[in-house]
């Protein structure tokens, strides 16, 4: 090694030992006769120090060296006068007695500090740069951390890792897939898997009854902020469970990641169906860090000649504890935030319960006290509160007056990042309706099971069947989501026909499946969790990109190496394909 | 769960237990009043019993059952009478109590057997069936247990696991790339790694000093027997290291993984210069767990009128210690094994060292026995010898006579699959003349260093030049390589010119790594081992597609899913791409 310590290494009892230690020049301030240089590596930070007294030349050739620098710094540890108790080496300094400069820096296009000048587009261009950030590095250790608890805690639990293809079959079903042009097959194409689903199936069918694996998964979508082209998933399955048992196990490892990583104990691990989700919290990821939930006034609000709640199919709202005093400017913020297009609410009802008893609401005029104490009582309201009410189609209402409950629960200070707050959410519907396509869609995935008890209504009213799917939500998040799975062919015949597919279609893309079922498919369901999103829940912040160590922008492009680009005409022609329209000068 | 224990859990000590278990019926039998069923699942074999006498219609049920049925039993424990000490569960028996069929199994194509009567095309088209197959489940098992062992050494040793993209940027230099059309930006693509090299090296600029990840990687290549379009390797990066410190890093990987995978103990890492092994073995990948090393004999056989050892460059040989009784038959065998056409070589020249003293050659017109006692000699022959000579060009030469020395070692049993004789191969040139193209390739890849001493010889004469480059082979077989890279811009620039880059396609391709160059760059190194290969090693056979769950045939094709495929004309549209030939009826 060309060093003898890290930057993070020494300590006060080092002092007098000779050392050798390699990094970046982070700063170095001269102060007469001194020179100070504080040296960075992955591990920490260690002070150099340079005298010009004692050796004016070294400290000359120490002071003409750039940020960012890699050297070699050979000298003896020593006790620091002025000692950095924020720095684990801040008790010592290293008075160096020669250095090697390892590799020179141009000066980088951005600060390294933890709060850099660099702006995004900067910093993804100089990736590498960025990664020498101690919150981006931080991340990344973080992230290893994590999937090595995972794989620790799942081997334990006589979970075994199998690596599934990565060149698979292209599926209609589900998001765009990536594909790769086959040379020594023409005119056929591989896809890249949007998630191990059908192989870990199969992996249940050949017998290996707890299965993992942390999986890279591509989906060609038009990208959202928080979308990248290809992610990682840590992917799970189990034969002879019930969901019960999918619940325990990864309530399991949920509970040892937050354990062993955070240190925070999870001892609470609530329940809640699809249908108590939307119906109290208008989302199938609730917050539940925080109360708030909905509070129904349809049947008391009706007949009093308010039109916008005589017409709505539902009239909801959530009791803003404390909020009474709000002023009329702050309950304007939040009539123009749910009218937002992105919410699109027609508007928005408060009813103001005041600290001294009195009631004072936006439809007064339609409402007598008497009335109004109604609400209050069906709010279960203190004085010193305030209802904010909506009114509309149910499902829409919902919708928005969840984006108002958290934007009060962020106002309120009731999300704190620290807080953790899992719940497994069931019962899923197992289908959507899609009007643009007037068909239905797996509301999970074509593989799911309706709940045994549902299985005649798919014959008569599909859209009602409940599914054997669940998903886990923490702080308002969906961090993983499965099934227990159909392990029966002529299920998983009606299934797709339901969706739509036609029997040689069904055959086509799902034959392998089916067919497997009936070599002894035992029964099985399974888990997969976002892994980047796990990682960044537990970093603390909402961004996926800053826990990938090289991401691509929202155009699906890697700024840094400059991809996608063209390839040769060679190439084409090798794989027997062409770019659209420019074949017609070629043969 | 479904069961209470599974089917290799259960003891003498758990009789008269009442338990539930699940599996595959493996087979049964039936003996007169009763019935015998081995019930299997991925942990053992547990014996099921049916008695006709105390319940009839269960026993009759039961032999029902077809082979691979999965079901559920439920029922008590009991004492064998017949114990069976092969199985872990073999004291004991489930008297059945009741039974549920969770699935039925047609007839399997082929027999769920160690020794299974299916043909390699038939099991990969039912590789779920295939993989019940106890020897390959275990491939599996093993697989994942040695993944396990590698992230836990290395996260030992501070390596941090980072994924790098699998979409990024095609390079015209090494293997062909496979290509993946970006719908969002049309007429460009993406490529899949063929390794993480040039990113591995971005993050040593990043300053991760230690970086490791066990990683799927591609390669369009014809392929053959033992190759595999998609491959996993576990890619490793060190900063700060010398070649001596990548080499105690990963022999005590290896060490650690022999150890708690195998329980054996490696206590020896010879070193070999690629010189040497090329002198003494006729290879890079040495088998050393036998000698029977080469002997040069050029200087003492010329000038004898015999032609064949006149014109030779080399004139080189093995001594097979005590086969001087082989018949005439086995060498003539050994003779047509080297001029078959994979070996080429002209013919085999032997000379035999009888037990009583005697020598007798295939040349004894052209040397009288003095001369031959003098080749005795330099071969430290003993009597009982047999030393087998070979003629010709040197390269061509040593090639054919590493076969011949593998083939003797495999005759003599000195191959032992259960011995593991590890070695490093290093100082190997740092470039490749190619007759065919007229210019040099990188013999490792362009971004190995040059040994420094061998700088200036980069002008003058780049074929001698070394590089810092060396493998790790057991038991003749390359299982990683690596080197110490070059981490200054003006080196990679000088050496991208020496392979026949233009600046221009230089900057193009790697302009990002050559950047990243300029802004403090650590001098660092690394190694990758293919993982597929150690698995197979570990696992005792030369077939990595054994360890490989779903792997694809010599046509690059998975024959379980049929893929690759025709993809949709919608598809191909989206992608901006169309068939060569098709799109001059489109436009």
Same mark, same amino acid.
């Given at each position: 090694m060309l060093r003898t310590h890290t930057c993070g290494q020494l300590r006060i009892a080092d002092v007098r030992k000779k050392v050798s230690l390699c990094g970046?020049?982070?700063?170095?301030?001269?102060?007469?006769?001194?020179?100070?240089?504080?040296?960075?590596?992955?591990?920490?930070?260690?002070?150099?120090?340079?005298?010009?007294?004692?050796?004016?030349?070294?400290?000359?050739?120490?002071?003409?060296?750039?940020?960012?620098?890699?050297?070699?710094?050979?000298?003896?540890?020593?006790?620091?006068?002025?000692?950095?108790?924020?720095?684990?080496?801040?008790?010592?300094?290293?008075?160096?007695?020669?250095?090697?400069?390892?590799?020179?820096?141009?000066?980088?296009?951005?600060?390294?500090?933890?709060?850099?000048?660099?702006?995004?587009?900067?910093?993804?261009?100089?990736?590498?740069?960025?990664?020498?950030?101690?919150?981006?590095?931080?991340?990344?250790? #973080? /992230?290893?951390?994590?999937?090595? $608890?995972?794989?620790?805690?799942?081997? @334990?639990? *006589? +979970?075994?890792?199998? =690596?599934?293809?990565?060149?698979?079959?292209?599926?209609?079903?589900?998001?765009?897939?990536?594909?790769?042009?086959?040379?020594?097959?023409?005119?056929?194409?591989?896809?890249?898997?949007?998630?191990?689903?059908?192989?870990?199936?199969?992996?249940?069918?050949?017998?290996?009854?707890?299965?993992?694996?942390?999986?890279?998964?591509?989906?060609?979508?038009? #990208? /959202?902020?928080?979308?990248?082209? $290809?992610?990682?998933?840590?992917?799970? @399955?189990? *034969? +002879?469970?019930?969901? =019960?048992?999918?619940?325990?196990?990864?309530?399991?490892?949920?509970?040892?990641?937050?354990?062993?990583?955070?240190?925070?104990?999870?001892?609470?691990?609530?329940?809640?169906?699809?249908?108590?989700?939307?119906?109290?919290?208008?989302?199938?990821?609730?917050?539940?860090?925080?109360?708030?939930?909905?509070?129904?006034?349809?049947?008391?609000?009706?007949?009093?000649?308010?039109?916008?709640?005589?017409?709505?199919?539902?009239?909801?709202?959530?009791?803003?504890?404390?909020?009474?005093?709000?002023?009329?400017?702050?309950?304007?913020?939040?009539?123009?935030?749910?009218?937002?297009?992105q919410i699109g609410a027609g508007g928005l009802i408060y009813l103001r319960y005041a600290a001294d008893g009195s009631l004072k609401s936006s439809v007064d005029k339609f409402y007598n006290p008497d009335e109004l104490k109604k609400w209050v009582e069906t709010f279960k309201a203190q004085p010193g509160d305030l209802m904010l009410i909506m009114a509309g189609p149910a499902a829409k209402t919902r919708k928005a007056l969840n984006e108002l409950r958290l934007e009060m629960g962020s106002r309120l200070g009731l999300r704190n990042p620290d807080t953790y707050k899992p719940l497994w959410v069931y019962d899923f519907p197992l289908l959507e309706w899609d009007e643009e396509t007037q068909r239905y869609y797996a509301m999970h995935h074509p593989f799911t099971s309706p709940r045994p008890e549902d299985v005649p209504l798919l014959q008569t009213n599909p859209g009602e069947v409940c599914a054997n799917a669940y998903d886990m939500v923490i702080n308002g998040v969906e961090v993983g989501g499965g099934s227990i799975r159909i392990h029966n062919r002529d299920m998983q015949f009606e299934m797709l026909r339901v969706l739509g597919f036609k029997d040689e279609e069904a055959l086509s893309q799902f034959g392998f499946l089916m067919n497997a079922f009936e070599y002894g498919a035992p029964p099985h369901g399974g888990i997969a969790f976002g892994f980047d999103r796990l990682c960044s829940l537990f970093g603390g912040t909402e961004s996926i990109r800053d826990f990938i160590a090289f991401p691509k922008n929202n155009s699906a492009r890697d700024v840094m190496i400059d991809s996608p680009s063209a390839i040769s005409e060679e190439q084409l022609k090798e794989l027997g394909i062409c770019l659209i329209g420019t074949d017609r000068n070629k043969i």
């Open positions: 970046w020049v982070q700063r170095s301030r001269d102060f007469g006769g001194m020179t100070f240089m504080d040296l960075r590596d992955r591990y920490g930070i260690t002070q150099l120090v340079f005298n010009m007294e004692t050796n004016a030349v070294l400290c000359q050739q120490a002071r003409e060296l750039g940020r960012e620098f890699v050297i070699k710094a050979n000298g003896e540890v020593s006790e620091r006068s002025n000692k950095n108790p924020k720095l684990p080496t801040g008790d010592i300094e290293i008075i160096v007695e020669s250095f090697e400069i390892l590799n020179q820096s141009k000066l980088p296009p951005f600060t390294i500090e933890d709060n850099t000048d660099g702006g995004e587009e900067l910093r993804m261009k100089y990736r590498y740069l960025d990664l020498r950030r101690n919150p981006v590095k931080l991340n990344m250790e #973080l /992230r290893h951390r994590m999937a090595f $608890e995972i794989r620790k805690y799942l081997d @334990e639990q *006589s +979970f075994i890792e199998i =690596e599934t293809p990565v060149l698979i079959k292209s599926t209609p079903e589900g998001a765009r897939d990536y594909v790769v042009p086959s040379r020594v097959n023409p005119g056929e194409f591989y896809a890249l898997p949007q998630s191990p689903q059908t192989f870990k199936q199969l992996l249940m069918v050949a017998g290996f009854d707890r299965y993992f694996q942390i999986v890279k998964c591509f989906r060609d979508e038009d #990208l /959202r902020a928080d979308r990248q082209p $290809e992610f990682t998933q840590i992917d799970c @399955e189990m *034969s +002879f469970v019930s969901q =019960e048992d999918i619940f325990y196990t990864f309530e399991g490892l949920v509970k040892h990641l937050f354990n062993a990583v955070k240190g925070i104990n999870i001892d609470n691990f609530p329940r809640m169906t699809y249908a108590d989700a939307i119906k109290h919290y208008g989302s199938d990821k609730p917050d539940i860090r925080f109360g708030m939930t909905f509070i129904e006034l349809t049947e008391i609000v009706k007949g009093k000649e308010f039109k916008i709640f005589d017409d709505a199919e539902l009239v909801v709202g959530i009791n803003a504890t404390g909020c009474a005093d709000y002023t009329r400017k702050q309950i304007d913020e939040l009539t123009e935030f749910v009218k937002k297009p």
